[in-house]
């Protein structure tokens, strides 16, 4: 999951990892392990029968849920996964990734820099953590682990939209670190990425990673009355906070995957500019703010 980033020191060849959250732990997972990249080996024979059986119960969990909830796209994805009863090999799902759209799953100890994630993500490798949740954590986990990040992120990457998306984020996220600016962009991954919704003629659907691999979010976020839904605005987004210790009170309601790839398409350069004019003057918008005249979705 992300942001607002933060960072830690003295891991990997004195690279901060980025953490997403305000955290002060050092992030789970064995980095001696990892190349200068941060991939890693799926080290498969390392689970136990617990892993594969905790990753069985969450997979069954979240898929009896998704029909009316997660956008169709998702639904007709989340069977490239596999074998539902145990931890998927990340290189059979990157076989059927790549024929499919080009992307490959990498295997990564954990989260990485934010530099080292927009290069795989801008070279089409979605870099996937490989440990998994204790059973004692089976409801909630604070750093993403391998359940996360398969179920939640990888079968959109199978919608060619959405895995063009992906990759522009990863190249608009190198540059974006030269600008000083990966605060900004960091929401748009959050609010799109990991709790993005989407209007469907059947009504609203989900497509975050962060709704999707949730238990309890993926309701609440799509039929609760207790959130705002808005229109899916580049500017407003990236002037709104989030709260991460929580479910969404704020989700951005996008129309089509295209919208998302050509709203990334641009430069932001000048948006970024544009933004940090419109927080001077007007602050940043807390979330569960609605602005006067915005548009909303209600349920
Ligand atoms: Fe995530």
């Not at 490989?130 to 992120?153: C, S, T």
């Not at 919608?159 to 030269?178: C, E, H, I, T, V």
């Not at 580049?234 to 050509?262: C, E, G, K, N, P």
């Amino acid at each position: 999951m992300s942001t607002p980033i933060d960072f830690h020191s003295g891991m990997n060849q004195g690279v901060a990892p980025v953490t997403y959250g305000t955290g002060d732990r050092p992030p789970r997972g064995n980095y001696a392990r990892a190349g200068a990249d941060y991939t890693c080996a799926q080290d498969w024979a390392v689970y136990t029968d617990a892993d594969h059986d905790t990753y069985r119960r969450l997979y069954a969990r979240q898929l009896q849920q998704l029909p009316g909830l997660a956008c169709d796209e998702f639904i007709a994805a989340v069977r490239q996964l596999g074998a539902p009863e145990r931890i998927p090999r990340f290189d059979d799902i990157s076989e059927r990734l790549h024929r499919a759209t080009g992307w490959q799953i990498v295997c990564v100890p954990g989260l990485i820099p934010e530099e080292a994630f927009f290069a795989l993500l801008a070279a089409r490798k979605f870099p996937v953590t490989d440990w998994i949740r204790k059973p004692e954590e089976f409801d909630y986990v604070v750093e993403p682990d391998v359940f996360h990040d398969l179920f939640g992120h990888v079968p959109l990457l199978f919608d060619p939209s959405f895995a063009d998306y992906m990759q522009a984020y990863g190249a608009g996220g190198l540059k974006a670190s030269r600008l000083d600016a990966c605060e900004l962009l960091a929401r748009l991954y959050w609010y799109t990425v990991e709790f993005g919704l989407i209007d469907t003629k059947q009504g609203l659907r989900a497509y975050g990673a962060g709704i999707l691999s949730s238990a309890g979010e993926l309701r609440h976020s799509v039929t609760s009355p207790e959130p705002q839904r808005v229109a899916f605005d580049l500017q407003r987004l990236m002037r709104s906070r989030y709260r991460i210790d929580t479910f969404q009170a704020t989700y951005f309601v996008i129309d089509s995957f295209r919208q998302l790839f050509d709203a990334t398409a641009p430069d932001f350069t000048p948006v970024y500019a544009q933004v940090r004019a419109e927080i001077a003057l007007s602050g940043e918008i807390e979330a569960g703010v609605v602005l006067p005249g915005e548009r909303r979705f209600r349920v």
